[in-house]
């Protein structure tokens, strides 16, 4: 089973594939971690990535391609969750082009002032870039101190969202009349999530 997270920012999708993962032996393809690291390297290629991301605009398709083409043909395991893949319509068509016909696409529906709100509070590991809600103060894996990501400002936060807007919901409309995906009420607490995911994938 291959599946495509589409979510507005903070809508628990990060928290769900880890659940998934843990509970039913998925891959995750964590595409803003692969760039990132990418974005680490001192080459033309990945300074243009790490100017990319640092700006808040959307990776150019032909280097996610690529980095989901090795992924791919690396992974023994076939359960795969692909994080951060579909954001734009060319991104659409790669994963197209690249995942099985039968991918199925989970949207996390979360209202635009939720999102907001959650973002605003929000605070993030810096070393392993994972985030976390804002009553946490401390990793509880690494016990590493959480601060609040320098973008995690309101203006950085607005164009985020009016990016996911713009580009990635007239995708879902799209995945809707394809019948390839089903939508997850994410304006509820983390179990009750899980849930709906689980029922409407039929994982139990």
Known sequence: ??????????????TQARILADKYWFNI?????????????????????????????????DIIEMVLENFIQN?????????????????????????????????FNLPENEAIKRLLWREYNPKTWETFPAWTSIDPKTWD?????????????????KEFYEKTLPVVEIYKKEWKLIEIDANKNISDVTNEIENKLKLI
């Open 1 to 14: 089973m291959q599946l495509v997270f589409i979510w507005i920012q903070w809508s628990w999708k990060w």
């Open 145 to 161: 101190k959480l601060i609040k990501r320098s973008d995690d400002e309101e203006n950085a936060i607005m164009q985020r969202i």
């Open 75 to 107: 992974s023994k395991n076939k359960n795969i969750i692909f994080d951060w893949l579909v954001r734009n319509i060319n991104n659409k068509e790669t994963a197209d082009n690249k995942l099985d016909k039968n991918y199925i696409v989970v949207y």
């Open 29 to 61: 393809f964590e595409t803003w971690l692969v760039l990132r690291q990418m974005a680490k390297e001192n080459t033309d290629l990945w300074k243009l990535i790490k100017d990319t991301i640092e700006a808040w605009k959307q990776v150019n398709p």
